[in-house]
């Protein structure tokens, strides 16, 4: 089976940092991707860990500890426009293509 | 060019209605997938084509048929829905075996 678990919600304020975690469960684990949905919109590919550690890119960072079945995406210094959805997406085994979603984490920026 | 074009952007149909949801990318991408996204919930794994031929079938009603005619072109033909199928429907597209994967912009589907 799979299972993918996020925090519901995050609020925070201009300028600050967060972190949203994501634990998965899978039949097979090639790797955690990351994804960002505004309200409305489609969802966009922000970060991937094939690998132990911290990926940086810009203001997000992402981490992944495959022994702990456990990841999470890291935004510093939050603008108004982070306030989004954001998805943990494990991808299955490589060759398969199965990108699976997790439940979601809504971000809410604060002034 | 990385776009993934969705046509129709909304549809509205009775449960006895035939329609087709369309997705084109010229991304060269083999891989292309179809998501259902209810509100405030992830999007939801439907089907997967890998170089034109179906490999996931996430256990979908056949009432809902995916077809692949080309490596640019998906579509996902929609035959006697129920009102709980009225959902956003997303197409993306990735390399092969590649985690970055490109979404248009969805079909806002209402099943009346």
């Known amino acids: 089976g799979q299972s993918l678990e996020q925090p519901s919600e995050v609020t925070a304020v201009e300028g600050a940092i967060v972190q949203i975690n994501c634990t998965y469960q899978?039949?097979?684990?090639?790797?955690l991707s990351w994804y960002q949905q505004h309200d409305g919109g489609a969802p966009t590919f922000l970060s991937y860990?094939?690998?132990?550690g911290l990926e940086e890119t810009g203001r997000f960072s992402s981490f992944l500890s495959r022994s702990d079945s456990y990841g999470y995406l890291l935004l510093q210094e939050l603008q108004m426009k982070d306030s989004a959805s954001y998805f943990c997406?494990?991808?299955?085994?490589?060759?398969?293509?199965?990108?699976?979603f997790g439940t979601g984490t809504l971000l809410a920026v604060q002034p | 060019d990385t776009e993934v074009t969705q046509t129709p952007k909304h549809l509205v149909m009775g449960m006895t209605n035939k329609k087709s949801l369309k997705c084109e990318q010229h991304?060269?991408?083999?891989?292309m997938y179809w998501y259902k996204q209810k509100a405030k919930k992830p999007p939801e794994l439907m089907f997967v084509?890998?170089?034109?031929?179906?490999?996931i079938n996430e256990s979908v009603p056949s009432r809902f048929s995916p077809e692949c005619p080309n490596s640019s072109l998906l579509n996902l033909h929609l035959h006697a829905l129920q009102p709980e199928d009225s959902a956003l429907y997303l197409c993306?597209?990735?390399?092969?075996?590649?985690?970055?994967?490109?979404f248009g912009q969805g079909t806002r589907l209402t099943v009346v």
């Open positions: 993306a597209s990735s390399q092969e075996a590649f985690p970055e994967a490109f």
């Open positions: 899978t039949s097979g684990f090639y790797g």
């Open positions: 860990n094939a690998l132990d």
């Open positions: 997406a494990p991808r299955d085994g490589g060759a398969t293509n199965k990108l699976i």
């Open positions: 991304m060269g991408h083999r891989a």
């Open positions: 084509y890998s170089y034109e031929k179906l490999s």
